[in-house]
């Protein structure tokens, strides 16, 4: 009965997607806004300020990141037009959109809240470990790597959002853990690509889930979420928490001995702190 219901749900979320049936989220406007702005040849930082001051919100946010150990900060930031500066175009789209994500988990079902709560807890945990992992060990860019780090279990929340108004699945938890883990890496794939995501971002959500995965030249940012998401289970009951991490590749793409914790790696506490 158990896998006939999951086999059937599937094939309805798998069905949906193709048939562009299924509701994907979008972006935060005040993002998109950003990445147009900063799209715009004729639109310059100063432009990209004034999008981000008309959110209180974003910019008391991206004030205090601009603060915070991520950035290092030599002096004291006050403004948003002085953080976009120090921060730059890519930075500022990156960290952005990495700020706006939260309120994308924000539940509108008593049900559904707690594991939404769980999913962004845990976002932000890999996302501080892929920051950590790429200022330090790899010559990738930490701001790309923190969010990769967030959006590489994007793909679940719809398939939480279609639970809310299926009590099938969330009256069972085992059935619910199993879709998501067997769909959301290709729901995942489908938002970043519609929300226009580099190629390599894009590969973060479809791949992430291949811990054997392996390829010529050094670590991309699979490679770190690899690392970052199986060290976030260590010493839990999930699957990965299980993973003989020798078998794992990514580990030797970043330098980094198997029984090695990065979970104790420096600013991990702090950029997680800065994400809320």
Known sequence: MFNGVEEKLLDKLFNDLETDKLVLPTLPEVALRVRETLEDENSGLGDVAKVITSDAALSARLI?????????????????????????????????????????????????????????????QVAALCHALAAQFTKLKPDQALLAGLVHDIGALPIITLAEDMPELLDDTSLLDNIIRKAHSTIGEAILQKWNFSPELIAVAADHEDIHRNHAGPADYVDVVVVANLESYLGSNHPHGQVDLSTVPAFGKLGLEPEANVLDVEGVAETKAALG
């Open 64 to 124: 205090q990141v601009a603060n915070s150990p991520l950035l290092r900060a030599a002096r004291t930031i006050e403004s948003v037009e002085a953080a976009v500066t120090r921060m730059g175009a890519d930075m500022t789209r990156n960290l952005v959109t990495s700020i706006a994500m939260e309120q994308m988990f924000q539940a509108t079902a008593d049900a559904t809240d707690k594991r939404l709560r769980d999913l962004w807890e845990h976002s932000t």
